[in-house]
């Protein structure tokens, strides 16, 4: 079974941290993705990667940031934290274009 | 842009009665849809998938989904309800042309009653 980890499942950082969530998939996926989920708005996509050191922005990427420097890691990186990037964020990896994602359990931030 | 639209926040259904999620898509090309289950406090888990051929998938849990083209939908079904159905549902449309981006509706919550 694929794996996909994330680091924490719960954090909490206060304004103007810089945060880092990590997240580690163990089947050598060429995608990963990360997501917010928030009550009533779905799953809004942040960032995503098709290969290594690549990225491309997804539809809500203002004061986010990713790196992928190795296949099966891909960091989303808040510059500055702020209240209102309190949400749960989901890690996906997936083979290819037209495979399913494979999604991590989620960290829970909080910003105060 | 692609765009997937889930109409119904909620879904209540007795146990052992059939069940419908709704979802319909907006794509420039071929659909590629998805459907995903999330139980609480955990990541979403994959269910069926549409990318070619016959218009009805089966997929895990005894799941099914009708693709309809001419109304641009992919209806989630499930002949028997049970209890342990009940979770948050999303519907989602991947696009290969770039990268698999992967956009997601807005989740229908589904109550299965005893």
């Known amino acids: 079974d694929v794996k996909v980890t994330q680091s924490s499942r719960y954090l909490v950082k206060r304004t103007g941290e810089k945060v880092f969530l990590e997240c580690v998939q163990d089947m050598d996926h060429e995608n990963m993705f990360w997501y917010r989920q928030d009550p009533g708005l779905g799953l809004r996509l942040i960032y995503f990667s098709y290969d290594v050191k690549m990225k491309e922005k997804g539809d809500i990427p203002e004061g986010y940031s990713v790196s992928r420097e190795k296949k099966e890691r891909f960091s989303l990186i808040l510059e500055s934290a702020s209240t209102n990037q309190t949400s749960m964020y989901l890690c996906a990896s997936s083979p290819g274009p037209l495979r399913p994602l494979h999604f991590g359990n989620g960290t829970r931030l909080t910003v105060t | 842009a692609q765009s997937v639209a889930q109409p119904e926040d909620q879904v209540n259904v007795a146990e052992g009665n059939p069940l419908t999620v709704k979802c319909t898509y907006s794509?420039?090309?071929?659909?590629?849809l998805f459907w995903y289950v999330q139980y609480p406090n955990r990541g979403l888990q994959f269910l069926l998938k549409y990318i070619t051929g016959d218009n009805l998938v089966k997929g895990s849990y005894g799941f099914e989904a009708e693709f309809n083209k001419s109304q641009t939908s992919f209806h989630l079904k499930k002949p028997s309800a049970l209890v342990s159905d009940s979770a948050l549902y999303f519907c989602a449309v991947r696009d290969p042309l770039n990268a698999g981006k992967s956009t997601f509706g807005d989740g229908t919550t589904l109550t299965v009653k005893p």
């Open positions: 794509v420039s090309g071929n659909p590629y």
